[in-house]
């Protein structure tokens, strides 16, 4: 049984950057695909980006350029690094676990789930 925690969320204003961490346990993490998703009020959870075991990384369009997701394998902890961050990036973040392949960015593809980060941005 894979567990995710996830860490890093706050409130910022924007423009800054805010680092996320999602500590997983319970699995042989560099096996797992590690996707990033957030929720806003009131919105369907939508995928932000993901990394694959080989370090193949895919990230939405929204967050192209200023999202970077990275893993430390020794560590079992996959990051998101966000850059200008804008006031439409509020949303709670989650990171989850996948062995599936191909295009899998529907949350229903994914096993495994952290409790979810909040990010606040304001003007």
């Known amino acids: 049984q894979v567990q995710l925690v996830e860490s890093g969320g706050g409130l910022v204003q924007a423009g800054v950057s805010l680092r996320l961490s999602c500590a997983s346990s319970?699995?042989?993490?560099?096996?797992?695909?590690m996707g990033w998703f957030r929720q806003a009020p009131g919105k369907e959870r939508e995928h932000v980006g993901r990394i694959s075991g080989s370090d193949s990384r895919t990230y939405d369009d929204s967050v192209k350029g200023r999202f970077t997701i990275s893993r430390d394998n020794a560590k079992n902890t996959v990051y998101l690094q966000m850059n200008s961050l804008k006031i439409e990036d509020k949303a709670v973040y989650y990171c989850?676990?996948?062995?599936?392949?191909?295009?899998?960015?529907?949350?229903?593809?994914?096993?495994?789930w952290g409790q979810g980060t909040q990010v606040t941005v304001f003007a």
């Open positions: 319970g699995g042989t993490f560099s096996s797992y695909t």
């Open positions: 989850a676990a996948t062995r599936a392949i191909g295009i899998i960015d529907s949350p229903t593809m994914y096993d495994y």
